[in-house]
């Protein structure tokens, strides 16, 4: 059972960074918009959610 769970964590950990990189592609869109649009209230929250999944991104490297 271990060897199984071995097994998948690899996989499960590229699927994770490939989740990650589309998340972080919708949140700098977003960012962007909100930079255009001078709203600084999304320019926080996009900032704030990019350095979560830059964070996590940083995890499942090491």
């Given amino acids: 059972m271990k060897q ?3 097994a ?4 499960e950990i590229k699927n994770r ?3 990650i990189q589309l998340e972080l592609d919708y949140e ?3 960012l962007f ?6 709203n600084e209230d999304q320019k ?3 900032k704030q959610r990019l350095e979560k999944l830059r964070r996590e ?3 499942l490297q090491a």
């Avoid at 998948?8 to 996989?11: F, G, L, S, V």
């Fill in 44 to 46: 926080s929250a996009s």
């Fill in 28 to 30: 700098l869109a977003t």
């Fill in 57 to 59: 991104w940083l995890k």
């Fill in 33 to 38: 918009e909100a930079m255009e649009e001078n």
């Fill in 8 to 11: 998948a964590q690899p996989r």
């Fill in 4 to 6: 199984v769970i071995k």
């Fill in 17 to 19: 960074i490939g989740v």
